[in-house]
């Protein structure tokens, strides 16, 4: 009876230990990396990644199948990034602006193919940027 009781109970402790582990993987596979626009290259490829940069142009887009989405322009000078998106963003165009997504080094997106593009879960526009702040402020000399 003592024996049958160690074995349920490490048989118990086993399959916890793998539904952590299981967990903890799932996790850290998940979790965004922070990356520079100008660092996106083919070792990003179908990993969660966070960037920020300014928007240059956003634009209202139909896929194939007819569903509606935005295609943005992030980035400064020749370090851009295409961002697709379901959803359309409040005033983002001309400010710096934070996006969470999934990077592709070529693939497609409503059907159309595309290089260099993140497909964003969020976009954030950068509310604490400092160079609006410091415009908004003007000088008095």
């Known amino acids: 009876m003592n024996n049958s ?3 349920i109970t490490l048989a118990s402790l086993i399959s916890i230990s ?3 582990l299981m967990t903890l993987t799932i996790l850290a ?3 965004p990396l922070l990356v520079d626009v ?3 290259g083919e070792e990003y490829d179908s990993k969660r990644v966070t960037i920020f940069g300014w928007a240059r142009s956003a634009e209202i887009r139909r896929g194939r199948m007819g ?3 935005v295609k943005t322009e992030l980035g400064e000078g020749e370090n851009t990034v295409t961002v697709f998106s379901s959803f359309s963003p409040y ?3 001309d400010n710096r602006i934070i996006v969470q997504g999934v ?16 497909v964003a879960d969020a976009i954030i526009r950068d509310w604490d940027d400092p160079l609006s702040v410091t415009s908004s402020q003007g000088t008095s000399e």
């Open 38 to 40: 100008s660092e996106l």
């Open 67 to 69: 569903s509606d989405f």
């Open 18 to 20: 793998v539904l952590f």
């Open 103 to 118: 990077y592709h080094h070529e693939g497609r997106f409503g059907g159309l193919l595309a290089r260099h593009f993140i």
């Open 29 to 31: 596979r998940e979790l």
């Open 91 to 93: 005033n983002i165009i």
């Open 5 to 7: 009781k160690k074995i």
